[in-house]
Structures are given as structure tokens and as C-alpha cells.
């Protein structure tokens, strides 16, 4: 314990004795663990924004007008049965009928357009899908030759055009986003790693008569590399500090107002009934990475035997 207690006071004064450099450190090692802890956020709240709008996506097949309940049910059968599909409903026109008048409920205009006399909406089923990644496959049972009389000569499925083009894009940001994130936390984790790296083998060079006497009066090596992991280590109990309160700061702050735009109530679930576990994991992150970089530079450029 006095070892350890001995170790602590000596990396403490490692990181002042070279304050620039482990300014410089630990503004990079808060950037690293900001920038990981940022995409998960965005990650997370994107994953749930786009879960909600998945929900509401269904691929709506327009039928004719001359087509059967049973010949429908026979439909529905085929495509419940199809993978990927989650479920079908059959929609009838008074059902669609229902839907458009409560769509439009505040729009008289609109209203008045289409009556229970006069009522041009298709019967249809509607298919929600479990991966919009692989509606393509559905829209081939749909289009195979047994039912080619059942469907609308004209748009027979929803899913084309300005509506297939719109999920294209919600998916495409949903993985670009995920990945950009994946990509710049990996970049700056290695950029921190190599600043470390550097500020450790710098603090080597500047102690190194110190580490000779150390070495000439017996001290272990235990000893004598402890001050520089628990100096590199330093650098990321700082940065989780810091990170965490900004990244707490900015979803309970900017929450409601991006709120319109993105699910954030999920993410300040996450922060107020899990705030140990995520101070936790960015503080192993970063103890990890420092501690990583200091046994790098050491097995590099300290030779104690």
C-alpha cells in the first residue's frame, strides 16, 4: 500500500512537472473519449428515431375492385407465409375509406371529396416488413403471375418512386452515420494513443538519470514504471470527466429542442438511470488506452534489465 500510495504521489507530480504535454494529452484523450461517447449518443438516437419511423413504414398493394375476399385472403396467405414479412393486413375500402376520412378529419375540402357513395380508394393489404433492408424480395411474391389480375394497373405497390427513394434515405443516413462514427473514434483513439505514446517517452528521456539512480538503489520495475501508467491513466480519468459532463450538458440542454427533430428521450433515459455505468465505461476506455500507450512507450524506450 505504501508502494502504491509512493507511486500515485510520483505520477501525480510526472503530470504537473510536464504540464504542456499533459495538457496537450489530455485535451486529445477528452476529444477521443467526447467523440466516442458522441456517437454513441447520436448512434442511439438515431437508431431510435428511425425505429419509430420503421414502424410506421408499411408497402401498401392496391387491389382492383373486382377482387374477392377470398381471393385476398389467398394473397395474404402467400405473403404472410414470404420472409421477412412481419404481418399483412387486408384493408377493405370502407376500411381505407375510414383511414383517409381520419387522415383528413380537419380538411373539409378533402372530406367532402370522397363519400361512402362515391368512394374511389382501393381495397388493398398492407405489409409491414421486419427488415426494410429486404423489401425487394416481397415486392417479387407480389408481382408473381398468379396475382398479376389482382393488382391496380396503375401504381400497384407503394413502394416505389418518391417512397421508395425517401426509406432508401433513411436507411442510407442510418448506416452512414454509424459508420462516420465507428471511423472517427477509431481515428482519434489511435491519435491519442500516439500522443501519449510520445508524452510518456518524453517524460523518459527528461527522468532518465532519475531511473538510473532509481535502478542503482534497487527499486523494482514495478516501481519504477508505475508513475508513468498511473500518469497515462491520469489523462483519462480527466478526459472522462470532462467528456461526460459535456456530453451530459449538452442531451439534458439541447434535448428538447432537437427533440422535434430525433428520439433524445431515449438517451436521457440512458444518462439519468445509468450515469455510474457510463462514467464506468468511458473511464475504462480511457485508463485503458492510457495505460496501453504507456506500456508501448515504455517497452520501447525504458530498459530496465
Given at each position: 500500500m505504501i508502494q502504491l500510495i509512493r507511486i500515485m504521489k510520483t505520477g501525480f507530480r510526472n503530470f504537473f512537472r510536464n504540464l504542456w504535454l499533459s495538457t496537450a494529452a489530455t485535451a486529445v484523450m477528452t476529444i477521443t473519449l467526447t467523440?466516442?461517447?458522441f456517437s454513441y449518443i447520436a448512434t442511439s438516437a438515431l437508431t431510435s428515431t428511425i425505429a419509430q419511423v420503421v414502424e410506421k413504414i408499411d408497402v401498401s398493394v392496391y387491389l382492383?375492385?373486382?377482387v374477392t375476399v377470398a381471393q385476398a385472403n389467398n394473397m395474404k396467405a402467400t405473403l404472410e407465409s414470404t420472409p421477412n414479412v412481419e404481418s399483412v393486413t387486408f384493408v377493405s375500402k370502407n376500411d381505407a375509406l375510414l383511414i383517409y376520412r381520419e387522415q383528413n378529419k380537419n380538411n373539409k375540402e378533402l372530406l367532402a371529396a370522397v363519400t361512402p357513395e362515391d368512394n374511389p380508394l382501393p381495397q388493398s393489404l398492407a405489409i409491414k416488413s421486419k427488415d426494410v433492408n429486404k423489401i425487394d424480395p416481397i415486392i417479387a411474391v407480389v408481382n408473381?403471375?398468379?396475382f398479376k389480375d389482382f393488382l391496380q394497373e396503375k401504381d400497384p405497390v407503394s413502394y416505389t418512386g418518391e417512397r421508395k427513394k425517401t426509406i432508401d434515405r433513411i436507411v442510407g443516413a442510418s448506416n452512414?452515420?454509424?459508420q462516420a462514427g465507428l471511423l472517427a473514434s477509431g481515428l482519434f483513439v489511435i491519435i491519442s494513443t500516439l500522443i501519449i505514446f510520445n508524452t510518456i517517452r518524453m517524460a523518459i528521456f527528461t527522468r532518465?538519470?532519475?531511473?538510473?539512480?532509481m535502478k542503482l538503489v534497487g527499486a523494482t520495475n514495478w516501481f519504477i514504471r508505475g508513475p508513468f501508467i498511473f500518469e497515462a491513466a491520469l489523462y483519462g480519468v480527466i478526459g472522462t470527466v470532462i467528456s461526460v459532463a459535456l456530453c451530459y450538458s449538452l442531451v439534458l440542454g439541447a434535448g428538447p429542442q432537437l427533440g422535434t427533430y430525433i428520439d433524445t428521450q431515449n438517451i436521457t433515459n440512458i444518462f439519468k438511470s445509468n450515469p455510474f455505468l457510463i462514467v464506468g465505461v468511458e473511464l475504462l476506455i480511457g485508463v485503458t488506452i492510457g495505460a496501453v500507450s504507456s506500456l508501448?512507450?515504455?517497452s520501447r524506450y525504458m530498459?530496465?534489465?
Open positions: 467523440i466516442i461517447l382492383k375492385d373486382t408473381r403471375a398468379q452512414f452515420i454509424k532518465r538519470e532519475e531511473i538510473e539512480i508501448l512507450a515504455m530498459k530496465l534489465s
